[in-house]
């Protein structure tokens, strides 16, 4: 939970929103009901130190956001802008926002980051502008072991000019896995148990088991378990979960996938426990093409024993496996029906610069968004704007712009504007890395809807961890084939950590 509300002050903040003390009124029943719904396909963010995007051979350049301005689409002027800072090694050390009042930029809040000389993040303070000066609000503090693996999470908020315990998050590892991860809440003066993840291993590294407790009545009650098991190839084969209902085990939920030679997921089915047996509840069908990008995917519900088709998803993609359609259909009276599209459009160094969204409607496509992107020299994003159809033509939408930079290996958005401006700053620093192309590391398949590959035939790979956009580290594996299905759709960052050096390569999770 500590992670989300870190998340969200952070999204505050980029959007242009000023962080409320709503966040103190969030109670612990609240909590509860937040982080144990559909718990069956969902599993904590663990958190560590932000990911090492630097640049990784010799030469090349690696850009950071310097300064973003957002406007809407009711005004002519930006309404607010993004200063970003970095240190020396080109981590992130300010990001400020101003608004635009009276013609001038007016403070408005800022997050201010510390590391530690391994570039693990060890404080992260939000201040908010109040009469002219900065004033605290909340603060996470973070440390580390030996390994770099995080220890601890705290979180504190500021009141009566001091700072106040919130809640905080203890972890312990075996062999860099992370094997428990305690959140207590601090209550009158001292620390209280309040959830326990307990996590258990194969000597692959492949997660074998997940169980939850929670602390009541000075003791740790069960609140459910999952199990997983994996083929010879570290595909995760099934997933089966129970909950603890009167003092024993009771069935939930079970899943099964399948895999082709490529180790792509071409199938995934789940099943309920109702009434003393397993019932069919939904499954996934996959196809991939030579390159072993995805196709299709087949939805479909269990229902009277057979399966009812309920939505299929097309891709298709041009000469450089750069997706340029996204098609949506739904089943309707025995057949299939177009719902949505999108038709992507890429420049010649592969940049995306426009998208247009599709409704199906009366039997013609309709135009409902689009997304439109310039890129400078160096293949950063400077302008990123969004439209709506409207009237027969189209009009300013304030419906949120996604920046890509760093040739599309990072990247970052903001949720309200029509429209962003950006500059970039180089912060790229010298390397010790000679003759030696990271970049010839293959991810795929990429998107995926689960299992990753990577392919190196003359580097030893010693550790590979998964990011989110925020900088927060899911998990870490020294498999090159490993399993992201738990993961919700999105933008990840895969870090591939080798003998002679780091690099990053970006994933896209369906």
């Given at each position: 939970m500590t992670k989300r509300i870190s998340l969200l002050s952070t999204v505050l903040m980029l959007a242009g929103f000023l962080a409320t003390t709503a966040q103190n009124n969030i109670t612990s029943r609240e909590r509860f009901d937040r982080r144990v719904t559909h718990f069956e396909h969902s599993e904590l963010e663990k958190p560590t130190q932000l990911p090492i995007l630097k640049k990784t051979n010799s030469g090349e350049d690696w850009w950071e956001p310097d300064t973003a301005y957002l406007f809407l689409a009711e005004s002519e002027h930006a309404i607010g802008r993004n200063i970003y800072n970095y240190n020396l090694q080109g981590f992130l050390t300010q990001s400020l926002f101003q608004g635009w009042e009276n013609n001038t930029w007016i403070n408005r809040q800022q997050l201010i980051y510390g590391y530690d000389g391994n570039n693990n993040k060890l404080s992260e303070l939000f201040q908010i502008w109040v009469n002219n000066t900065w004033v605290n609000?909340?603060?996470?503090?973070?440390?580390?072991?030996?390994?770099?693996?995080?220890?601890?999470?705290?979180?504190?908020?500021?009141?009566?000019?001091?700072?106040?315990?919130?809640?905080?998050?203890?972890?312990?590892?075996?062999?860099?896995?992370?094997?428990?991860?305690?959140?207590?809440?601090?209550?009158?003066?001292?620390?209280?148990?309040?959830?326990?993840?307990?996590?258990?291993?194969?000597?692959?590294?492949?997660?074998?088991?997940?169980?939850?407790?929670?602390?009541?009545?000075?003791?740790?009650?069960?609140?459910?378990?999952?199990?997983?098991?994996?083929?010879?190839?570290?595909?995760k084969i099934s997933d089966f979960w129970q909950l603890w209902q009167n003092g024993t085990w009771i069935n939930g939920q079970q899943g099964s996938m399948n895999y082709d030679d490529n180790n792509n997921m071409i199938s995934q089915s789940y099943q309920s426990w109702q009434n003393g047996t397993w019932i069919?509840?939904?499954?996934?069908?996959?196809?991939?093409?030579?390159?072993?990008?995805?196709?299709?995917?087949?939805?479909?519900?269990?229902?009277?024993?057979?399966?009812?088709?309920?939505?299929?998803?097309?891709?298709?993609?041009?000469?450089?496996?750069?997706?340029?359609?996204?098609?949506?259909?739904?089943?309707?009276?025995?057949?299939?029906?177009?719902?949505?599209?999108?038709?992507?459009?890429?420049?010649?160094?592969?940049?995306?610069?426009?998208?247009?969204?599709?409704?199906?409607?009366?039997?013609?496509?309709?135009?409902?968004?689009?997304?439109?992107?310039?890129?400078d020299e160096n293949?950063?994003?400077?302008?990123?704007?969004?439209?709506?159809?409207?009237?027969?033509?189209?009009?300013?939408v304030n419906d949120g712009v996604i920046f890509q930079y760093n040739n599309g290996q990072s990247s970052f958005n903001f949720a309200m504007p029509h429209k962003a401006t950006a500059s970039y700053k180089n912060v790229s620093q010298p390397t010790s890395i000679d003759n030696f192309v990271l970049s010839e590391i293959s991810v795929y398949?990429?998107?995926?809807?689960?299992?990753?590959?990577?392919?190196?035939?003359?580097?030893?790979?010693?550790?590979?961890?998964?990011?989110?956009?925020?900088?927060?580290?899911?998990?870490?594996?020294?498999?090159?084939?490993?399993?992201?299905?738990?993961?919700?759709?999105?933008?990840?960052?895969?870090?591939?950590a080798t003998k002679k050096g780091i690099v990053i390569k970006k994933i896209v999770k369906m």
């Open positions: 609000y909340q603060q996470h503090i973070y440390t580390y072991d030996d390994n770099n693996n995080m220890l601890n999470h705290l979180y504190q908020f500021w009141g009566d000019n001091t700072w106040i315990n919130y809640e905080q998050n203890t972890y312990i590892y075996d062999n860099n896995n992370m094997i428990s991860d305690l959140w207590q809440e601090w209550q009158n003066n001292m620390w209280v148990n309040y959830e326990l993840w307990t996590y258990s291993y194969d000597d692959n590294n492949n997660r074998l088991s997940l169980l939850t407790q929670f602390w009541i009545n000075n003791t740790w009650v069960n609140y459910q378990q999952s199990t997983y098991t994996y083929d010879d190839n570290n595909n069919n509840q939904f499954q996934f069908s996959y196809i991939y093409d030579d390159s072993n990008n995805i196709l299709s995917q087949l939805f479909q519900n269990g229902q009277n024993n057979t399966w009812i088709n309920i939505q299929l998803i097309n891709w298709t993609y041009n000469e450089r496996n750069k997706c340029i359609n996204f098609m949506t259909k739904d089943w309707q009276n025995n057949s299939w029906i177009n719902s949505q599209q999108d038709i992507n459009v890429y420049d010649e160094n592969n940049n995306m610069i426009s998208q247009l969204v599709q409704n199906w409607q009366n039997n013609a496509w309709t135009n409902n968004i689009q997304r439109l992107w310039t890129f293949n950063n994003c400077v302008i990123s704007e969004s439209w709506k159809w409207a009237g027969g033509g189209w009009q300013p398949p990429n998107p995926t809807l689960g299992q990753v590959h990577l392919t190196n035939e003359e580097q030893n790979i010693q550790l590979i961890s998964i990011y989110n956009l925020s900088g927060v580290k899911l998990f870490s594996t020294k498999n090159t084939m490993f399993d992201i299905s738990h993961l919700t759709a999105g933008i990840y960052f895969v870090q591939i």
